[in-house]
């Protein structure tokens, strides 16, 4: 066990940084305010050490915005950042097979070097005799649950704060309130949590797991359409969003899917502990396809296009009964679920069921077009709220309202995985498309995200 006091005794954080990087496995920070002129992550990063980061985020902008943008460029499951609210003080890095640091310092050259900071280093054998790995482990478990994770949204948000932050006091106090109203957990204190309302409790919980989900499927649609993972039979055009919904897809049906099996559970265990390696892999073999194998190019080349023009902004709402049921055509979720919904929900007459699935499909197009929510609203309506009604950053939230009987407005066998679809169709350079299918493809290569129900 070391005192670490600086400059008034000597030892200093950057000494013991500089050996975790040769004997650490994996970097956990935990940090209110951090500056990008310390390489504490970027370090980390050329090392080939994973890094998860927890940082404070609020309309001050503690965490420098420049070491938030190496976090979204890396796009990598190796380096994750997550963001908890202005109630978030901790100063704790722990390099596991190394030791941790817990003590005043945050990560700003004046704290590492000027300031007057004090800490204990407790190296990897008395954090095992003392149990303190458990402990630390525990710690870090608890915030991450409680915070969000930092998505190219959220930056972009950060950044028209920054601005606001540079104008006069009165200005940059309007600017305070306006970033409230972003959805980023207070870390209120954990003995208050538990009291909060069920459903607001799922509703937090729904939204986070969607924004972080959204981010991967970022990330992966920024390596997948370049040119080192991007198949020869995929066009540079291709909505970003539409080529990670595609590799998916691919690699799903192809590696993880086994008859009427689903193995996504079995190649988790496997690939979790190595996501970057079995991500790398798995762009590395669909870069080597010469030819779709399960049909993506009828998706990117016809029903992408066609998807994202029916569902725009100024057609949407206007769709026919006949387009919208050309839509449920061509999205998967609601292709999978048809063939679940019973004949008796859909009405279907004794003398035509069985119903073969591309029939099934239309009709089931047709009785949704037709149907209402508990406050009248079509299904038309619905997706118009989802898609335009409020900011980019707010999808997630509105995909929660649509899908809870609670909010009024849920439409019956519209479910998560096809609102979720319909948003990746109509906002693919935004937000890529997401269902079960993509969920359980995620799940595969490692990612820790949910499996909702439709």
Request: proline share 5%; with cysteine; aromatic share 10%.
């Amino acid at each position: 066990m070391q005192f670490v006091a600086g400059g008034i005794n000597g030892n200093y954080l950057l000494r013991l940084h500089e050996q975790a990087l040769k004997n650490a496995s994996l970097l956990n920070a935990a940090l209110a305010y951090a500056h990008n002129e310390f390489r504490l992550v970027t370090d980390a990063r050329d090392a080939g050490m994973p890094v998860r980061f927890y940082g404070r985020c609020d309309a001050t902008l503690p965490i420098d915005l420049k070491l938030l943008e190496v976090f979204i460029n890396a796009r990598s499951p190796d380096l994750e950042c997550r963001l908890i609210g202005r109630t978030f003080h901790p100063k704790v890095i722990w390099w596991e097979g190394f030791g941790a640091y817990i003590g005043s310092a945050n990560l700003t050259t004046s704290a590492w070097f000027h300031n007057i900071e004090a800490g204990l280093f407790v190296d990897v054998d008395e954090l095992v005799q003392f149990n303190l790995n458990e402990e630390l482990r525990h710690f870090f478990d608890e915030i991450h649950r409680h915070s969000s994770p930092l998505t190219s949204q959220l930056l972009d948000h950060m950044k028209v704060q920054s601005r606001l932050n540079s104008e006069v006091e009165e200005a940059t106090k309007k600017a305070a309130r306006a970033f409230d109203r972003f959805e980023i957990p207070e870390g209120k204190p954990l003995t208050k949590v538990s009291r909060a309302s069920q459903l607001e409790k799922r509703r937090r919980k729904f939204i986070d797991e969607w924004i972080e989900t959204l981010k991967y499927l970022g990330d992966i649609g920024s390596r997948v359409s370049q040119d080192e993972f991007r198949p020869s039979w995929i066009g540079r055009h291709v909505p970003r969003g539409v080529q990670a919904d595609q590799f998916l897809h691919a690699y799903y049906y192809d590696k993880v899917r086994d008859g009427n099996k689903s193995k996504h559970n079995e190649f988790h265990e496997s690939n979790s502990p190595r996501a970057e390696d079995a991500l790398v892999a798995a762009m590395t073999w669909w870069k080597q396809l010469s030819q779709p194998p399960h049909q993506e190019d009828i998706t990117i080349d016809d029903w992408a296009p066609f998807l994202r023009q029916k569902l725009s902004k100024t057609k949407v709402s206007s769709l026919t009964e006949e387009e919208f049921v050309q839509v449920c055509e061509r999205i998967h979720a609601l292709r999978e679920h048809a063939p679940r919904v019973s004949s008796s929900t859909l009405s279907i007459p004794r003398e035509l069921s069985p119903m073969a699935k591309p029939d099934r499909i239309k009709w089931l197009g047709r009785w949704l077009y037709n149907q209402r929510s508990a406050s009248n609203g079509t299904v038309l309506e619905t997706i118009e709220f989802v898609l335009y009604g409020g900011p980019l950053i707010e999808v997630p939230r509105r995909i929660w309202t649509a899908t809870s009987p609670e909010e009024g407005i849920k439409i019956s066998q519209f479910g998560i995985g096809t609102l979720g679809e319909l948003v990746g169709w109509a906002l693919p350079d935004e937000l890529p498309p997401r269902n079960n299918r993509t969920s359980k493809a995620l799940r595969a290569l490692g990612y820790n995200v949910t499996i909702h129900s439709e």
